[in-house]
Every structure is written in C-alpha cells, then in structure tokens.
C-alpha cells in the first residue's frame, strides 16, 4: 500500500511541477502578445487567457491535490504501522 502512495506521490508531483512550469511560459507568451498589433493581440489574449485557466484548473489543481493527498497519506499509513 505504502509503495503505491509513494508511485502515486511521485506521478502527482511531476505532473504538478510540469503544468507549473508550462504555466510560466505561458505568462511569457502572454506578454510578448501584448506587443501585437490590434486584432492578433485580441485574439492572441483570448487564446492564452483560456489555455492557461486550463492548465491551472485541469493539470495544476489536480495534480497538487494528488501529491498532498497521498504525501498525507503516507505519513499516516507509515505512523499507524509504527514503520518507516
């Protein structure tokens, strides 16, 4: 059991940092739209807009819930066995 709260921990985390990561690049690619002229950089902001609410919302959240909850996981099953 403790194996797989630790492979899931692990799969959590990865994922988090790499939807973190992309995130920020996407910030960047926000920014650089801004230097656009007019109708590319609506369109532009729009798209960028929508894609980073979905990485946040679909990749970030529950990826960090996963990596909390079995992080807490493990510590509990580790402290109920008395073992490390």
Known sequence: ML???KSL???GFVAWF???FYLVRMFVYHRE???DEQPK???LTQQFNRMEW?????ICNPAMMLT???GLAMLLYMDWNGSR
Do not use: E, N, P, T
């Open 3 to 5: 194996l797989l709260f």
């Open 9 to 11: 921990h692990i799969v």
């Open 18 to 20: 790499a939807g973190m």
């Open 33 to 35: 739209a801004q230097d």
């Open 41 to 43: 950089r609506d369109i």
């Open 54 to 58: 979905r990485v946040y919302k679909i």
């Open 68 to 70: 909390w909850i079995c």
